[in-house]
């Protein structure tokens, strides 16, 4: 079954870092485009970033709210995806999904994980 | 303040058809960028129910269907179910953010 599943999550006081995975199974994994969107509870969806295919130049681009403090990158021999979040604020505090931008569209979110829990807090 | 406009929440009986609006702007939506829309039930991560402004992934059933205007595009549902009770959200891009931006969501209620 053509799966992702994030990990990682968890309380973090502000000013504080934390990495999250998001490991993929049963697909291609190094051509897809992958991104993070985040949930605050009770809230909408947010678009965090993005990091494109290696055969796309694996560039990455971020939301501004995010910009400078988050990094997306991807292990594809690991069929693996990361968020490293630095300086986190409270209003980070949401759950995290990692999804797959279906093939032959530019950002149509195709494939989600289940979401890990991410919560900022003294 | 999202950057797409949707109404908070919509409702319908049984049978009916309900649609949800989802309004833009010249650096997104009526800058031709296609819009994209989700269906996310209650404790559950989001599912693609619309591409393209218009197509449907595999599965998705036809009582569910997009369209495009201008600056706006509209999510509709026909036969409305109990089971399509959810939050639903429409996504596109953003010339000016250089990145994918999604509406604040609308509550579907079944009566």
């Known amino acids: 079954e053509v799966q992702l599943v994030e990990s990682g999550g968890g309380l973090v006081i502000p000013g504080g870092s934390l990495r999250l995975s998001c490991v993929a199974s049963?697909?291609?994994?190094?051509?897809?485009?992958v991104s993070w969107v985040r949930q605050a509870p009770g809230k909408g969806l947010e678009w965090v970033g993005r990091?494109?295919?290696?055969?796309?130049?694996?560039?990455?681009d971020y939301a501004a709210p995010v910009n400078g403090r988050f990094t997306i990158s991807r292990d594809d021999s690991k069929n693996t995806l990361y968020l490293q979040m630095n300086s986190l604020k409270t209003e980070d505090t949401g759950v995290y999904y990692c999804?797959?931008?279906?093939?032959?569209?530019?950002?149509?979110?195709?494939?989600w994980g289940q979401g890990t829990t991410v919560t900022v807090s003294s | 303040q999202s950057v797409l406009t949707q109404p908070p929440s919509v409702s319908g009986a049984p049978g009916q058809r309900v649609t949800i609006s989802c309004t833009g702007s010249?650096?997104?939506?009526?800058?031709?960028?296609?819009v994209h829309w989700y269906q996310q039930l209650p404790g559950m991560a989001p599912k693609l129910l619309i591409y393209?402004?218009?197509n449907r992934p595999s599965g998705v059933p036809d009582r569910f269907s997009g369209s495009k205007s201008g600056t706006s595009t509209s999510l509709a549902i026909t036969g409305l179910q109990a089971e399509d009770e959810a939050d639903y959200y429409c996504?596109?891009?953003?010339?000016?953010?250089?990145?994918?931006?999604f509406g604040g969501g609308t509550k579907v209620t079944v009566l």
């Open positions: 996504q596109s891009y953003d010339s000016s953010l250089s990145g994918s931006v």
């Open positions: 999804t797959t931008v279906r093939e032959g569209t530019t950002d149509a979110f195709d494939i």
């Open positions: 990091i494109k295919s290696k055969a796309d130049g694996e560039t990455t």
């Open positions: 049963e697909f291609t994994f190094n051509y897809a485009w």
């Open positions: 010249s650096s997104n939506i009526g800058a031709s960028y296609d």
């Open positions: 393209g402004n218009s």
